[in-house]
Nanobody
Framework: QVQLVESGGGLVQAGGSLRLSCAASGRISSYVMGWFRQAPGKEREFVTALDWSGGRTLYADSVKGRFTASRDNRKNTVFLQMNTLKPEDTAVYYC???????????????WGLGTQVTVSS
């Protein structure tokens, strides 16, 4: 049972940057680590997924070129660098772990509690 804890959220002006972290209680090298986000009244939205074993990374079109996912297997931590933030990026951001590369929440068995990101215009 992998436990995930997100951190790094906050309030930032449009055009600014934030770096989110997701600390895992166990080894993450064998998992696909994903980031999702959810705004009030909206469905969970795929952001990115990093498959270390397969050497593949997926990004949603809405964040491609602005967000970068990375991981530190030694520290069992995954990161989400968010640049050129827009008001529409405002949401609770969730870290998740899956056994395979996927973009739908149902494929991720382990979730953190989320961290709030608010981008002001």
């Amino acid at each position: 049972q992998v436990q995930l804890v997100e951190s790094g959220g906050g309030l930032v002006q449009a055009g600014g940057s934030l770096r989110l972290s997701c600390a895992a209680s166990g080894r993450i090298s064998s998992y696909v680590m994903g980031w999702f986000r959810q705004a009030p009244g909206k469905e969970r939205e795929f952001v990115t997924a990093l498959d270390w074993s397969g050497g593949r990374t997926l990004y949603a079109d809405s964040v491609k070129g602005r967000f970068t996912a990375s991981r530190d297997n030694r520290k069992n931590t995954v990161f989400l660098q968010m640049n050129t933030l827009k008001p529409e990026d405002t949401a609770v951001y969730y870290c998740a772990a899956s056994s395979g590369l996927a973009t739908t929440p149902s494929y991720y068995a382990h979730w953190g509690l989320g961290t709030q990101v608010t981008v002001s215009s």
